[in-house]
T-cell receptor
């Protein structure tokens, strides 16, 4: 069975600092991996996805994530945090046979001025 | 504009009173799904549908029903709501089986069952 673990339910950074949100997955088959963002009182929006092409994936709003098979990780990074990045971020896994996404529990990002 | 819409956005009801949350998408997507979001638990899938008249259980289907009579609509039905169904509900759709496909989410329906 697939699963996703997001380390840290809350992460706080200063504006301009590096953002690192951690995601580890478990899958017995090659996975497809996603990061979604949820702004307050809104639905989820796709940030980026890994579908077995390039291991470094660039997404919207300056975010990127690197797929590391040896570490079963798909951490999300952004070089310089902006106040508008404050939101909850969800990592999710699927595979070619799955009819659903398995979500992590989410990481709430706070950005301090 | 391509979108997934849900109605109502907010709903307060009492235990046992049947309710329906509607979901509609205008992207001609085959795959639709319902999730519930609870603090500290992330999103969990309730039901999904691969196409018209084809539905299947997700991870937490107890207490819910769905139907898919038309491609664009996928209503979620709570026949006898209970307080443990108080949650934030999201409908989502995608072009095909999830795999590599991006799921598009509705704005959410916040349900309170008293």
């Amino acid at each position: 069975a697939q699963s996703v673990t997001q380390l840290g339910s809350h992460v706080s950074v200063s504006e301009g600092a590096l953002v690192l949100l951690r995601c580890n997955y478990s899958s017995s088959v090659p996975p497809y991996l996603f990061w979604y963002v949820q702004y307050p009182n809104q639905g989820l929006q796709l940030l980026l996805k890994y579908t077995s092409a390039a291991t470094l994936v660039k997404g919207i709003n300056g975010f990127e994530a690197e797929f590391k098979k040896s570490e079963t990780s798909f951490h999300l990074t952004k070089p310089s945090a902006h106040m508008s990045d404050a939101a909850e971020y969800f990592c999710a896994v699927s595979d070619v046979s799955q009819g659903n996404l398995i979500f992590g529990k989410g990481t709430k990002l706070s950005v301090k001025p | 504009e391509a979108q997934v819409t849900q109605n109502p956005r907010y709903l307060i009801t009492v235990t046992g009173k049947k309710l329906t949350v509607t979901c509609s998408q205008n992207m001609n997507h085959e795959y639709m799904s319902w999730y519930r979001q609870d603090p500290g638990l992330g999103l969990r899938q309730i039901y999904y549908s691969m196409n018209v008249e084809v539905t299947d259980k997700g991870d937490v289907p107890e207490g819910y029903k769905v139907s898919r009579k038309e491609k664009r609509n996928f209503p979620l039905i709570l026949e006898s709501p209970s307080p443990n169904q108080t949650s934030l509900y999201f409908c989502a759709s995608s072009k095909g089986l999830v795999g590599t496909e991006t799921q598009y989410f509705g704005p959410g329906t916040r349900l309170l069952v008293l």
